[in-house]
């Protein structure tokens, strides 16, 4: 991992405490972050350097997937980490900041390299990079590097808006924008079992897959985030970024070279052949929105959406979003792609169903039984696997046939600790490596393709589908796949009476 000092803007946030922190401290157990790093941690509320380094130690404590006891070792680590009350809204603060970066720099030899980590509201990523710049601290030797989360923008305008700001003082190859499911484990690993065996990609096509079903489900409501997700809704919060990127990973073709810049090349053809919505009765066809209503998640009653703090008592505002989605183009034409996220949902998963086609009617044993059709799945959350569906003779009896499951279970191995996706990026962005950041054209285009829809849901509140919390969402839901003769697939990867065979070990 490269030296450098690394800036936290919003070092007192949520964000930064769930996820950054402990990041830097398993990236520093690792030995993917050396000795010649520094990392600032920004905000307004005052905070004197022990303060925040017992904030630090809380945050690792609680969070990271490495013990951590105040040793020797703990001191070494925390010494690197240092506080400073900062409004971003005054040049001379920045000022400050460029003096206290650079005497960090120099104590711990790192050499120029600056990693800024805007972990702020998306309206505030302009007047820092300018601040930035009129502060001096883009002007050691080294590299310069801007991390910004999602949301990036509300829309296609004010993401353009957002854009050009930045643009004024970072090149788009030093802008670093997260999508923090790109970053997980199982995520990555979909072109891995893609493009290395060979018994997939030649079926990875429309003559053999019928559909492919993306589940990204949650159980909690808004909880505190009630003010910010009724502007924003599962459509702008979850599909615009997480499902489209993970649609594009399915779909993509094969990079012509393992580099950042082709990989990203193949996700945008994607998102250029996403096939858009001529008119609204179009998207009210191939989408659905819903919002949960009271109901009982695990047991114990909870309140409908609008009866959530700081949420409009009479909003519209979607927490469930489900579409059809079709990639024009020959690897793909005619099949879709079906995509669904919400809240109060009964399971916390994400997984990916590829379906296969079935086999040839009334040939062979299709004429006597009714064969289920192969999937394969990627588990991503939170379980981690690979898990494969396929029709064999059930033992014992007189050739009865019966799906049985290949299961490939990475959480269920001994010793295993997969890192969470905040270190991967934080070690890939301190690298230069953008493969899994997301580009602009990639950002441009798939909001877009969202504005269609958000513009189409914005003329009528009718067709909003109410569900209970702890249910699967509105039965529109289902009946999407029903019009194309598709079901959605139980997202625990096995149907009822299903026999498991495991590759590495039988779950205990």
């Not at 803007?9 to 050396?34: S, V, W």
């Not at 989408?287 to 409908?304: A, C, D, E, L």
């Not at 996706?421 to 441009?444: C, I, K, P």
């Amino acid at each position: 991992m490269s030296n450098a000092v690394y800036l936290i803007f919003g070092a007192t946030g949520d964000l930064a405490r769930r996820k950054l922190f402990p990041a830097f401290y398993a990236l520093y157990r690792e030995r993917k972050l050396g000795d010649r790093f520094a990392v600032i941690g920004l905000a307004r509320r005052p905070r004197t350097n022990e303060q925040f380094r017992d904030d630090l130690y809380e945050s690792i404590q609680e969070f990271a997937r490495y013990n951590v006891t105040k040793d020797e070792q703990w001191s070494s680590f925390a010494e690197h980490f240092e506080y400073m009350s900062l409004d971003i809204n005054n040049v001379d603060g920045f000022r400050q900041l460029s003096e206290l970066t650079g005497t960090l720099d120099a104590k711990f030899e790192i050499g120029g390299n600056r990693l800024y980590y805007l972990a702020l509201a998306p309206e505030l990523f302009g007047s820092v990079s300018h601040n930035l710049q009129a502060g001096g601290l883009l002007e050691a030797g080294g590299w310069h590097r801007l991390v910004i989360e999602k949301p990036f923008g509300y829309d296609l305008p004010s993401a353009e808006k957002l854009n050009a700001e930045i643009r004024q003082v970072f090149e788009e190859k030093d802008v670093y924008r997260i999508d923090h499911y790109l970053g997980k484990e199982m995520v990555q690993n979909i072109n891995v079992v893609r493009f290395a065996n060979a018994f997939f990609e030649p079926l990875w096509n429309n003559k053999y897959i019928s559909n492919i079903q993306i589940t990204l489900s949650e159980t909690v409501g808004v909880e505190d985030r009630g003010g910010y997700y009724d502007r924003s809704g599962a459509l702008r919060d979850m599909g615009q970024n997480h499902m489209l990127q993970m649609l594009a990973v399915m779909a993509m073709e094969p990079p012509s070279r393992m580099h950042p810049e082709d990989i990203r090349d193949e996700k945008v053809k994607v998102f250029r052949s996403l096939r858009g919505f001529q008119s609204p009765a179009e998207v009210r066809a191939n989408t659905v929105r819903g919002q949960y209503i009271s109901g009982t998640t695990k047991g114990k009653p909870v309140p409908g959406y609008r009866e959530e703090e700081s949420v409009n008592p009479e909003s519209t505002t979607e927490t469930y979003f489900a579409a059809r989605v079709f990639v024009d183009n020959f690897r793909w034409a005619g099949v879709p792609f079906y995509i669904r996220t919400g809240k109060r949902l009964p399971v916390k998963t994400t997984e990916v169903v590829i379906e296969f086609k079935n086999v040839p009617n009334n040939v062979y044993l299709s004429r006597k039984h009714k064969l289920e059709p192969n999937l394969l799945v990627f588990r991503v959350n939170p379980m981690e696997g690979i898990y494969f569906k396929m029709n064999a003779k059930q033992p014992g009896s007189e050739g009865a046939i019966v799906p049985v499951a290949m299961d490939f279970c990475q959480s269920c191995q001994v010793g295993l600790n997969t890192p969470e996706a905040y270190e991967r990026l934080l070690y890939d962005a301190a690298r230069g490596d953008s493969t899994y950041f997301t580009r602009w054209d990639e950002v441009a285009l798939a909001w877009k393709y969202v504005d269609k829809i958000a513009s189409a849901w914005g003329e009528r509140t009718e067709d909003l589908h109410l569900y209970g919390a702890g249910t699967w969402g509105p039965e529109r839901g289902s009946q999407l796949l029903a019009e194309d003769g598709f079901r959605w697939w139980p997202v625990n990867g096995q149907d009822e009476g299903e026999v498991a065979w495991e590759f590495t070990q039988v779950h205990k």
